[in-house]
C-alpha cells in the first residue's frame, strides 16, 4: 500500500518534533495527509514547522511539551486526545546524548540522559496508553538508536538509556500486541540530524580549571562541531562509525518500515548484521566492540583537546 493511503485522514503525535528525525516524520506525515500534534521544548522552531506543515491540508497542533515533566506529559496527551479523537500513530522521539570517558561523566550528566531519554519515554507511553487501549489500535514508535543494539565505549550514558528503550519496546511489544496496539523501536546508526547541539561532554574537571565558563561554552561548540563532522562521514563499519546518512533518506526507510509493523526497524542492514553476530559469532561482536570503544574514544579526547586548546587561547 503506498504511504499516501496509508496514512492519509490518520492521526500522529511526536515528541521532539522540531528538528531531525522528529521534523522529518512530521514532514513526511503531513504530505500523506496525517493529522499531527508535534510538540517539543523549542517552541520557535516547533511554531517554524508548524506554520510549514500548514501549507498541507492537515489539522496540525503545536504543543510546548518537556517530556521530563509528567504534568506536560499528561497535557500533552489531554490536548492530543481532544484535537485528533483517535491516536493511530504515537512517536517517542524526543532524546539527548551524553559522551565521554566514562570517569569524567558527571553524575548530574548521567541524570539528564535517563530524564531524557528512559523516564520521558515513559512518561509518554503512560500517558497515552489508557486511549490506546480504549480504542483498540494503534502503534507506538520509540526512537531509540543502534546505540540500543550495539555498546560504544565513550557513550556509557546514552548507551545504557537506548539498551533500555528497546528492552522497554520487546516488553510493550509481548503486552499489547494482542490487544491490537504495534510497537517499534527504531534504531539508527549515526545520521546527519541536530543532534550534537544536545550532547554533552565529559570533560575532568582539573581540565576545566582557570577557563571562563562562557569560553568553555563556546569551545565546546567548537569541539563538539569537530566530533559531529568526524562521527557522521560517510565511512565503513570496520574503519568508521557507518555515518553521514542523509536524515531525509532515513525517515522514508523507517515509513516503509512502520506500514509493516516491524518491531525493530533500521535504515541500514548493519543493524540486522550486529543482531546476527551477537549470537552467531561471538568474538567477531567483542572484536566489533573493542575497535568501535577505542576509534570513539580517540574521537572524543580529539574533539576535547580542540575545545580545551581554543579556550586557553582566549
Same mark, same amino acid.
Request: charged share 25%; hydrophobic share 40%.
Given at each position: 500500500?503506498?504511504?499516501?493511503?496509508?496514512?492519509?485522514?490518520?492521526?500522529?503525535?511526536?515528541?521532539?518534533?522540531?528538528?531531525?528525525?522528529?521534523?522529518?516524520?512530521?514532514?513526511?506525515?503531513?504530505?500523506?495527509?496525517?493529522?499531527?500534534?508535534?510538540?517539543?521544548?523549542?517552541?520557535?522552531?516547533?511554531?517554524?514547522?508548524?506554520?510549514?506543515?500548514?501549507?498541507?491540508?492537515?489539522?496540525?497542533?503545536?504543543?510546548?511539551?518537556?517530556?521530563?515533566?509528567?504534568?506536560?506529559?499528561?497535557?500533552?496527551?489531554?490536548?492530543?486526545?481532544?484535537?485528533?479523537?483517535?491516536?493511530?500513530?504515537?512517536?517517542?522521539?524526543?532524546?539527548?546524548?551524553?559522551?565521554?570517558?566514562?570517569?569524567?561523566?558527571?553524575?548530574?550528566?548521567?541524570?539528564?540522559?535517563?530524564?531524557?531519554?528512559?523516564?520521558?519515554?515513559?512518561?509518554?507511553?503512560?500517558?497515552?496508553?489508557?486511549?490506546?487501549?480504549?480504542?483498540?489500535?494503534?502503534?507506538?514508535?520509540?526512537?531509540?538508536?543502534?546505540?540500543?543494539?550495539?555498546?560504544?565505549?565513550?557513550?556509557?550514558?546514552?548507551?545504557?538509556?537506548?539498551?533500555?528503550?528497546?528492552?522497554?519496546?520487546?516488553?510493550?511489544?509481548?503486552?499489547?500486541?494482542?490487544?491490537?496496539?504495534?510497537?517499534?523501536?527504531?534504531?539508527?546508526?549515526?545520521?546527519?540530524?541536530?543532534?550534537?547541539?544536545?550532547?554533552?561532554?565529559?570533560?575532568?574537571?582539573?581540565?576545566?580549571?582557570?577557563?571562563?565558563?562562557?569560553?568553555?561554552?563556546?569551545? !565546546?561548540? @567548537?569541539?563538539? /562541531?569537530? &566530533?559531529?563532522?568526524?562521527?557522521?562521514?560517510? #565511512? $565503513?563499519?570496520?574503519? %568508521?562509525?557507518?555515518?553521514?546518512?542523509?536524515?531525509?533518506?532515513?525517515?522514508?526507510?523507517?515509513?516503509?518500515?512502520?506500514?509493516?509493523?516491524? !518491531?525493530? @526497524?533500521?535504515? /541500514?542492514? &548493519?543493524?540486522?548484521?550486529?543482531?546476527?553476530? #551477537? $549470537?552467531?559469532?561471538? %568474538?567477531?561482536?567483542?572484536?566489533?566492540?573493542?575497535?568501535?570503544?577505542?576509534?570513539?574514544?580517540?574521537?572524543?579526547?580529539?574533539?576535547?583537546?580542540?575545545?580545551?586548546?581554543?579556550?586557553?587561547?582566549?
Amino acid at each position: 500500500m503506498k504511504s499516501k493511503k496509508f496514512f492519509n485522514g490518520k492521526s500522529a503525535v511526536i515528541t521532539g518534533a522540531a528538528s531531525g528525525i522528529g521534523r522529518e516524520f512530521a514532514l513526511n506525515l503531513a504530505k500523506y495527509g496525517c493529522n499531527l500534534v508535534i510538540s517539543d521544548i523549542n517552541m520557535e522552531k516547533l511554531e517554524l514547522l508548524r506554520k510549514e506543515l500548514e501549507q498541507f491540508s492537515i489539522k496540525v497542533i503545536s504543543v510546548n511539551c518537556d517530556v521530563t515533566k509528567n504534568s506536560q506529559v499528561r497535557n500533552l496527551a489531554k490536548i492530543s486526545i481532544k484535537e485528533l479523537e483517535d491516536i493511530h500513530f504515537l512517536f517517542s522521539n524526543a532524546g539527548i546524548a551524553t559522551g565521554g570517558p566514562f570517569e569524567d561523566i558527571a553524575q548530574a550528566q548521567w541524570e539528564r540522559t535517563i530524564n531524557v531519554n528512559l523516564f520521558g519515554m515513559y512518561y509518554v507511553v503512560k500517558a497515552f496508553i489508557p486511549k490506546l487501549i480504549e480504542q483498540s489500535h494503534g502503534h507506538i514508535i520509540v526512537t531509540a538508536s543502534i546505540a540500543g543494539s550495539l555498546g560504544v565505549g565513550g557513550l556509557n550514558p546514552y548507551n545504557t538509556s537506548k539498551f533500555a528503550n528497546a528492552g522497554f519496546c520487546e516488553s510493550l511489544y509481548g503486552e499489547y500486541s494482542h490487544k491490537g496496539i504495534d510497537v517499534s523501536v527504531i534504531c539508527p546508526f549515526p545520521i546527519r540530524t541536530n543532534l550534537i547541539e544536545s550532547v554533552g561532554f565529559g570533560i575532568s574537571p582539573e581540565k576545566l580549571e582557570g577557563i571562563n565558563v562562557d569560553v568553555m561554552q563556546e569551545a !565546546l561548540k @567548537i569541539g563538539k /562541531r569537530h &566530533y559531529w563532522e568526524e562521527f557522521t562521514k560517510k #565511512q $565503513g563499519i570496520y574503519n %568508521g562509525f557507518a555515518g553521514g546518512f542523509p536524515v531525509e533518506r532515513a525517515v522514508k526507510r523507517f515509513i516503509k518500515k512502520i506500514k509493516k509493523k516491524k !518491531l525493530y @526497524i533500521f535504515e /541500514r542492514r &548493519y543493524g540486522r548484521l550486529m543482531q546476527f553476530l #551477537q $549470537g552467531l559469532c561471538p %568474538g567477531l561482536y567483542r572484536k566489533l566492540l573493542k575497535s568501535f570503544g577505542k576509534r570513539h574514544l580517540e574521537l572524543i579526547n580529539e574533539a576535547t583537546e580542540i575545545a580545551l586548546e581554543y579556550a586557553k587561547k582566549q
